[in-house]
């Protein structure tokens, strides 16, 4: 995707006429995805703004859950030494999962910089053109992944089933382009408007508190001021435009749509991969058990990404970009309220741990369970209690951080 993202831009964002190479230019640019894959990978970091600068980063689902949540938790609750065990387990996963991505992605953070350096800036951005440039890129990306799958199909049926949802969001200056499919989401933090439902900042920072494992003190005087904006649309069966769209694809299919999922299997409507719901060849290719019943040779769902841009302004504070797990157990506000309060108390801490944090908290807390006996549950039988959970926040004063679990 990076790749196709870089050839795509090519003429908009930057042009591939050499010119000086001014160390001055001040030309900065980030692009960020977070995707819902079969890979894994657990770590939470932060940056610099000039490490900001054509920055190429990815986040990727995954049951492994950083070692970090050992140091932090101790500052609400006491970590047990009998779970010592599972921080270890933890970090031998990490390093079992350190992806030759971080290669491909240095290399393009050095090419991206070259290039975008090279424009003068002296002329204006058409953002339609950008965003359909990513659209583009997401296109190719999954043609030229059913091309490899297709290659693969006699021995590896299974890769019809392999699919995902995308977020992707490429900064440059003050400009932000979100391209989505699926159901994950880009929630932006603004300050709010004077005086603006004071009655509901007291009800969530109490209930914040009553279930954080932070001690956050209503008393403290800390109240949320920001209110959260989703620039994202959600493609799942919860849309009833997303179900309506889908039904009047496919009217000779009763079962289009069924148990609030895409013929009874998928939750979300557009995703990438998932070939056997797009394709009959590629239903056909999977053992009878795992086949749906394929009528006509419409797609019951597709790779359309929504597209949105957004110049930020002096409201915006930080970003959310964050797979639906985290969505399982927060509302957009919650989550906005909850980072705000964990910055003025903890300002040198990683509020994407904390929220991934507070998301096993809350699973183990509707389960009925220890928040430590949840994490010694096996990562493929906790799925009954928390969705995989992938969360990057970027503060626009020049910060990353990124979490997994």
Not at 119 to 139: C, F, I, M, P, R
Not at 225 to 244: F, G, I, P, R
Request: contains cysteine; proline residues 3%.
């Amino acid at each position: 995707l990076y790749s196709y993202v870089q050839k795509e831009l090519k003429g908009l964002l930057w042009d591939d006429n050499p010119k000086s190479e001014s160390s001055s230019s001040s030309s900065s640019s980030s692009i960020m995805s977070c995707t819902t894959l079969n890979s894994a990978e657990s770590r939470s970091s932060s940056c610099s703004s000039s490490d900001m600068e054509a920055s190429v980063s990815r986040c990727c689902e995954s049951e492994n859950y950083a070692s970090g949540l050992e140091s932090s938790a101790k500052r609400g609750k006491n970590f047990k030494g009998k779970f010592k065990g599972v921080a270890t387990k933890w970090e031998e996963n990490q390093r079992r999962w350190k992806c030759e991505w971080d290669r491909e992605r240095l290399e393009l953070d050095r090419r991206l910089k070259e290039q975008w350096n090279r424009n003068d800036g002296s002329k204006s951005t058409n953002h339609s053109d950008v965003l359909v440039a990513l659209s583009q890129a997401l296109k190719k990306t999954e043609e030229a992944y059913f091309d490899v799958a297709d290659k693969m199909l006699d021995e590896n049926p299974e890769l019809a089933l392999m699919g995902s949802c995308v977020l992707a969001m490429l900064m440059k200056g003050e400009d932000i382009y979100v391209m989505n499919v699926g159901d994950s989401r880009a929630v932006l933090a603004q300050n709010k408007e004077p005086d603006l439902r004071l009655g509901k900042i007291d009800q969530d920072l109490e209930r914040i508190n009553e279930e954080s494992l932070y001690d956050f003190q209503v008393s403290d005087g800390v109240k949320p001021s920001l209110t959260a904006y989703q620039l994202t649309m959600d493609h799942s069966t919860s849309v009833e435009e997303e179900v309506l769209r889908i039904r009047d694809e496919h009217p000779d299919d009763a079962c289009a749509v069924v148990n609030d999922r895409v013929k009874g299997s998928l939750k979300v409507t557009r995703a990438f991969g998932a070939g056997f719901l797009k394709q009959p060849k590629w239903n056909d290719a999977l053992l009878e058990m795992f086949r749906i019943d394929y009528i006509g040779t419409s797609p019951y769902i597709n790779c359309l990404p929504s597209l949105y841009h957004h110049r930020l302004g002096s409201k915006d504070q930080f970003l959310i970009l964050s797979s639906d797990g985290l969505y399982q157990y927060f509302t957009n506000e919650e989550a906005v309220a909850e980072v705000e309060l964990f910055f003025s108390l903890y300002p040198e801490g990683d509020p994407a741990q904390h929220l991934v944090e507070e998301v096993l908290l809350r699973a183990a807390k509707k389960a009925g369970m220890d928040f430590y006996e949840l994490l010694e549950i096996p990562q493929g039988d906790r799925r009954k209690y928390h969705d995989d959970v992938s969360i990057i926040i970027i503060s626009f004063e020049g910060r990353i951080w990124k979490s997994f679990v």
